[in-house]
């Protein structure tokens, strides 16, 4: 996917509150929180995205630690969708 089109589905109310579903085009689906850190700009103008997965959740909500995060390449993502 392009980032104009993950930035699209992002910013108006996803990022760092809701889960989404991730789909990739080589790998297994995940679920996580896209997350907004110092340089989110800059990985956001290459197509990289700072992801908290659904197991770091509620430790992320506690403490914003970014070493709970993974950096995604948006280019092997195929769907994202609201997580139930």
Do not use: C, Q
Not at 4 to 17: N, V
Not at 49 to 76: C, H, Q, Y
């Amino acid at each position: 996917m392009l980032n104009d089109a993950i930035s699209k589905f992002l910013e108006p109310s996803h990022l760092a509150k809701t889960s989404v579903r991730i789909e990739f085009k080589k790998r297994e689906t995940i679920v996580g929180i896209f997350v907004s850190s110092l340089d989110y700009e800059d990985l956001k103008s290459k197509n990289f995205w700072r992801i908290v997965s659904e197991m770091n959740i509620p430790e992320w909500k506690k403490t914003s630690d970014n070493k709970l995060a993974r950096i995604f390449n948006g280019s092997e993502f195929t769907r994202l969708t609201v997580a139930k």
